[in-house]
């Protein structure tokens, strides 16, 4: 088990262009979420899938963001039209399904910078 | 809506001392799950110990537990004998039972350094 694994570690892109993130969660697990954690803030959630199914994207910043997960493992994420104001740390946590006590493993995250 | 208060941006602590690190939390949930994670300079977030809303007892795990005062809605992290590896940022976090959203909603962290 090699824990939640996310690519790339960073990414710099220019304004206005799109840039998609991968996450590999844990294999056992069935939920996965994403969380954007910009400077000096705790993680913000975005989105979450249960298998393939996303069962809340209302929480996704703007319509540039989307995420998914075709086969129920792995996910990306994609900001398209990318903005400086996008510049963040983006993690991604996995889980088994369960109640409230259900401890999530995040990854190391990919840092975006947006210049 | 939930929200999480951590009202200490930063906090210098001699090793091997005691430290408190606070939260406060507000939720309309009648039952709700209250977190401490880790998060070194790596950018990983670590699990650090679980608060259901009605256990009874104060988690503890290892030099971790937390004071958890329901009618203040506090729910506080204590670390017995810092080490210079507890050295990180701290975030207090919660889920609630309602709402639909499963993620969690995290306060704004206190960065906690250990000096020797």
Redo the contacts between chains.
């Keep these: 088990d090699t824990g939640v694994s996310q690519n790339p570690r960073h990414k710099i892109t220019k304004r206005g262009q799109n840039v998609t993130f991968r996450c590999d969660p844990i294999s056992e697990h069935n939920?996965l979420?994403w969380?954007r954690q910009t400077l000096?803030?705790?993680?913000?959630?975005?989105?979450?899938f249960q298998n393939e199914a996303q069962?809340?994207k209302?929480?996704l910043l703007s319509d540039r963001f989307s995420a998914e997960r075709p086969k129920g493992s792995f996910s990306t994420l994609e900001i398209q039209r990318t903005e400086q104001g996008d510049s963040a740390?983006y993690?991604c946590?996995s889980s088994l399904m369960g109640?409230?006590?259900t401890?999530?493993?995040?990854?190391?995250?990919t840092?975006l910078t947006v210049v | 809506a939930q929200k999480?208060t951590q009202t200490q941006p930063g906090m210098f602590v001699q090793e091997k001392e005691a430290v408190t690190l606070d939260c406060t939390y507000d939720t309309s949930d009648p039952?709700?799950?209250l977190?401490w994670?880790k998060q070194p300079s790596?950018?990983?977030?670590?699990?650090l110990i679980?608060q259901?809303s009605y256990d009874q007892q104060n988690a503890t795990e290892g030099r971790y537990s937390l004071n958890f005062q329901k009618a203040r809605k506090s729910a506080n992290l204590v670390i017995s004998a810092s080490q210079l590896g507890d050295s990180a940022m701290y975030?207090c976090?919660m889920?609630?039972?309602l709402g639909?959203?499963?993620?969690?909603?995290?306060?704004?962290?206190t960065h906690l350094i250990i000096q020797p």
């Design positions: 939920r979420y969380y000096g803030q705790g993680p913000e959630f975005l989105t979450y069962l809340e209302s929480r740390m993690l946590a109640g409230l006590n401890e999530a493993f995040f990854g190391q995250g840092r | 999480i039952s709700y799950g977190f994670y790596s950018g990983e977030m670590i699990f679980y259901g975030f976090a889920r609630g039972s639909g959203a499963d993620g969690l909603t995290f306060g704004k962290g």
